[in-house]
C-alpha cells in the first residue's frame, strides 16, 4: 500500500487510530538494534504525520502542549527506523536511532532513571514450557484491553 | 529497599505515580528474554500491586471497567521477570515470559497485528555516528514531556 508524504496524516492512518479523550496515542520509542525499551511519549494525529514523514521522532507534550521535536535543545536526536501500530490502533511502537540519551536526565532510557521496583518472580509451568510459542487466533477476544 | 507485598500499593511507590485523568498509568509489555516489544496496557494502583505481588500481570481494562489478569482466559499468561518504572512516574515497562500470543488474535505481538506505517527513515549525522553514547545530564531539562 502507498501513502503520500501530504501536510494532512493520510486519512486511511487517521481511521485507524484509536484517541483517547485528548486526541492522543502512546508512542513507544525502542531503539532499532539493541531493541531497548528507551520512554514512552504520545502523539497527536499531527505529530504522528510528522514522525512518518521527516526522519525524525517528533511528540506532542503534554505537560506544554506542544509539539517537541526529540533533540532539538538536548541533540539527543531520535531517528526513525520503523513505525508499527498495534492492533486497536491505540498505541505505537517506533523503533529509532536514539543519539545519545533518551531520558532528560542524562540516562540512557527513562525505564533506568525510574529503576526497577520490587516484584515477584513468575515462573511457567512444566506444561506451558513444553508449548509451542506459534501463536494462533484463540478464545482471547473477550481479554481485549 | 524493602518492600511489603500488603493488600494495597507500597505508599512509597503510589507517591512515585503519576496516573492520568482516570488514575491510570501505561504498562509496556517486553519479553524478557527477546526485548520484543508484545504490548502496551494500562494499569491502576491496585493492577500494579497485583501485578508486582503475584507473578502474573494484571492490567484495568479500559473498554470493560474492570480488573484483566491476561492468560485467564486464553492461557497465555505473562508472567512477570521486572518491572520498572520511568522517571517521570507514568509509564511502566514490564518485562515478562509471555506464553504463546500476546495478541487477541493470536499473534505474537500486537503490533505484529496492526502491522508497519509507512515510512522516510532518518540517519546520523557522520558527527553523530562517532559520538559516545553514554549519558551525561543536559540540557534536555525543557524537553520533559
Request: hydrophobic letters at 30%.
Amino acid at each position: 500500500m502507498q501513502y503520500d508524504n501530504s501536510t494532512t496524516l493520510d486519512p486511511r492512518i487517521v481511521e485507524r487510530l484509536k484517541r483517547d479523550a485528548k486526541g492522543l496515542v502512546a508512542a513507544v520509542i525502542q531503539q532499532y538494534d539493541t531493541h531497548e525499551v528507551l520512554m514512552v511519549g504520545y502523539m497527536n494525529d499531527e505529530a504522528l504525520r510528522r514522525t512518518l514523514t521527516t526522519g525524525r521522532v517528533t511528540f506532542w507534550s503534554r505537560s506544554r502542549q506542544e509539539y517537541w521535536r526529540k533533540g532539538d535543545t538536548s541533540g539527543h536526536v531520535q531517528y526513525v527506523k520503523s513505525v508499527s501500530l498495534d492492533c486497536d490502533g491505540d498505541a505505537l511502537l517506533v523503533e529509532v536511532d536514539q543519539v545519545g540519551a533518551a531520558c532528560h536526565t542524562g540516562k540512557r532510557s527513562c525505564f533506568l532513571e525510574g529503576g526497577p521496583l520490587p516484584c515477584v518472580e513468575g515462573h511457567r509451568t512444566a506444561e506451558q514450557t513444553n508449548q509451542s510459542e506459534t501463536g494462533k487466533a484463540d478464545k482471547e477476544q473477550e481479554e481485549r484491553a
